[in-house]
């Protein structure tokens, strides 16, 4: 299984973006995707996640972020993507994909996403 993202970049203050996730090789139907960030000399922390079809399909955000970010899937090419609004500089991360079937996780290498003016 390889997860490619893409889609970061440097963006100005109150912009948006969009960041994209393919996930490719044997994926089960029930599996739970999602999107995580790791600010500069911090861990990395959850942003999204959203859960296949199969596993409900349910969405879920961290605290605070469900006003910007929205997290959906495209089930039938394994795809998530990651949408983002009013984009603010504490936001800039390092953005990486995330793909968990039963017990197993899989990253992504990760996509900067850098917001200055």
């Known amino acids: 299984v390889q997860l490619v993202e893409s889609g970061g970049g440097l963006v100005r203050p109150g912009g948006c973006l969009r960041l994209s996730c393919v996930a490719s090789g044997s994926i089960p139907s029930a599996n739970t995707m999602a999107w995580y960030r790791q600010a500069p000399e911090k861990q990395r922390d959850v942003v999204a996640w959203?859960?296949?079809?199969?596993?409900?399909?349910?969405?879920h955000y961290a605290e605070n972020l469900q006003d910007r970010f929205k997290i959906s899937r495209d089930n039938a090419s394994n795809t998530v993507y990651l949408d983002v609004n009013n984009l603010k500089p504490e936001d800039t991360a390092v953005y990486y994909c995330y793909l968990r079937v039963l017990t197993t996780v899989y990253w992504g290498q990760g996509t900067l996403v850098t917001v200055s003016s």
């Open positions: 959203a859960a296949s079809i199969a596993r409900g399909g349910r969405t």
